[in-house]
């Protein structure tokens, strides 16, 4: 046959991609809920340092990141966020508060409440609850491939006829010279 030569020369060329193609040892749901866990741990920590690599690494390159308000966007929208980010050393910083968590050997879900912080401490600037979905992906790796955010609008006081957004009123309150008070802004829509 002439095709024994054309099957053997594929069958060389496709030998190398089914030898990198890991299968993933099967996890109980708790085993994967603590994978998940040490990874988010490990983030936090990169977040701290700074470290853009180590932070990205937790995304799934996939990723699909919604926050209220705000067109969806992926992993090199986010990349450039915590570019920019990291680059500021009075950069405020997120600080979660991981509330639940829900887990399959397929996926899991992380849900909490996301605070923004200032750089140098004090006084909370907003609050955010988020749910983060990791799923494993052909390298074995949880990396979070779905991220759900909004504003938490009962964290901040607001006045009914204030026109502003929470974040808005909370960064008006830690101006200088505002002495904690809340200045109220009608806005014409």
């Keep these: 046959m002439k095709s024994t030569p054309l099957l053997f020369a594929l069958s060389v060329s496709i030998a190398p991609l089914a030898a990198s193609a890991q299968t993933c040892p099967v996890q109980t749901a708790e085993e994967a809920a603590a994978e998940v866990r040490s990874s988010f741990n490990a983030w936090l ?8 690599e180590k932070t990205m690494a937790i995304f799934s390159s996939t990723l699909r990141f919604q926050y209220q308000g705000v067109p969806d966007f992926g992993y090199d929208h986010l990349l450039a966020i915590y570019q920019a980010d990291f680059s500021r050393p009075d950069a405020p910083i997120w600080r979660p508060n991981i509330e639940n968590t829900i887990a ?49 609008k009962r964290s901040v006081a607001v006045d009914s006829q204030d026109r502003r957004s929470p974040a808005e009123v909370k960064h008006d309150n830690l101006q200088p010279g505002r002495a904690g008070a809340i200045a109220r802004v009608n806005r014409q829509q």
């Excluded at 920590?45 to 853009?52: F, I, M, P, T």
């Excluded at 909490?112 to 750089?119: F, I, K, R, S, V």
Aim: with cysteine.
């Design 45 to 52: 920590q990169a977040v701290e340092h700074r470290d853009l």
């Design 104 to 152: 399959s050997p397929t996926l899991v879900t992380l849900f909490g409440e996301w605070t923004l912080m200032p750089a140098k401490g004090g006084d909370a600037i907003t609050h955010n609850r988020g749910v983060d979905v990791f799923q494993r992906e052909a390298d074995c790796v949880w990396r979070v491939v779905a991220s759900l955010n909004y504003s938490d």
